[in-house]
């Protein structure tokens, strides 16, 4: 008569229990944390709305360091790479991003949102509100007629909002209440920061200024501001000899109060046209490189744009 080992029993159950266990932990939620979908945003003013909106349920990352401008910036082959893993990548368009017109156009439309033409912008009118002749270049640079630095509007921020909160919630459609409610609270911050510009420039009576390049378009009309002279339209068209003879007698004639200087430019033509000239200077940043990250990004960078516009112009 055979016998049954007394441990044999015990054993196998064991190893039953631990094989349960094993699998129970492993489909876990807890054992396995949600991986959070990954936004790649092309500029960092777009970065920081993303975040607003996001929250903690993606992670936004930012493509094109704030000190490099977008307009003359190449594309690396760790870019590329960057751009494959993203679930959704933001960009204003080719008029801003002309670098990145060929490598998006061949990623899936879902992976990607093209604000200036998504969005339903207020078209430019054919002429310059600011009594500038359009030529090739100016046309090149401002996309038919649309000057693509639409995040320095608040309104038109707003709508990047938007697009970016739908987008969201199709990546996510559970969190959506959340990326609806972050929404609200971004256009609430928003539009109380803009009540407070507008009554500051409505009783502002700005001097004239000058600007490195004509890329203020939107945050001028949105205030009622017009700029006196540019140094160029675009930071990739070098200027004229006429037009830098003209800008050098306006200089001189003391016409102009005050200078906006960029950090992503260093012209020399803008030393040697004001050397020896006592000129106020206030350096802008519509990049946003001097905005930490973290909760409302984009209100602390409009607020300080505001501020720095308003300290050299009044």
Known sequence: ML???????????????????????????AAQPAIKPKLL??????QLIALDIAGDAAEVELLLAPNVSPHLYQLKPSDRQRLAHAELVIWVGPSMERFLAKPLSLLPS???????????????????????????SHSEH??????????????????????????????????????????????????????QLQQQFKALKAKPY???????????????????????????????AKHLWALSEQLKQGSIACIF?????????????????ALKQQLLDPMAGHI????????????????RFISCVQ
Do not use: C
């Not at 049954?4 to 094989?19: E, K």
């Not at 939107?218 to 004229?240: I, M, W």
């Not at 200087?261 to 000239?277: H, I, S, V, W």
């Open 142 to 195: 401002n996309h038919h007629g649309q000057d693509p630095h639409i995040w320095l509007s608040p309104a038109q921020a707003q709508h990047i909002a938007q697009q970016i909160a739908q987008r969201l919630s199709t990546l996510l459609p559970a969190q959506r209440p959340t990326f609806e409610q972050n929404l609200q609270s971004f256009t609430a911050r928003l539009a109380a920061l803009d009540a």
């Open 210 to 240: 000058m600007v490195l390049h004509d890329g203020y378009g939107h945050f001028e009309q949105h205030y009622g501001l017009r700029h006196a002279a540019v140094l160029s339209l675009s930071p990739d068209k070098k200027p004229g």
């Open 292 to 307: 930490t990250l973290g909760a409302h990004g984009y209100s602390r960078f409009m607020a300080d744009f505001g501020r």
């Open 41 to 46: 945003a092309s500029i960092k003013p777009l």
């Open 3 to 29: 016998i049954a080992r007394p441990s044999a029993l015990p054993l196998a159950l064991l190893f039953v229990l631990a094989l349960l266990l094993a699998t129970t932990a492993l489909a876990s939620p």
């Open 110 to 136: 879902a992976r990607v949102l093209t604000l200036l033409n998504e969005s339903e912008l207020d078209a430019e009118q054919d002429e310059d509100e600011h009594g500038h002749e359009r030529n090739s």
């Open 261 to 277: 200087k960029e950090p992503q430019y260093q012209p020399a033509l803008l030393r040697n046209l004001t050397q020896g000239l």
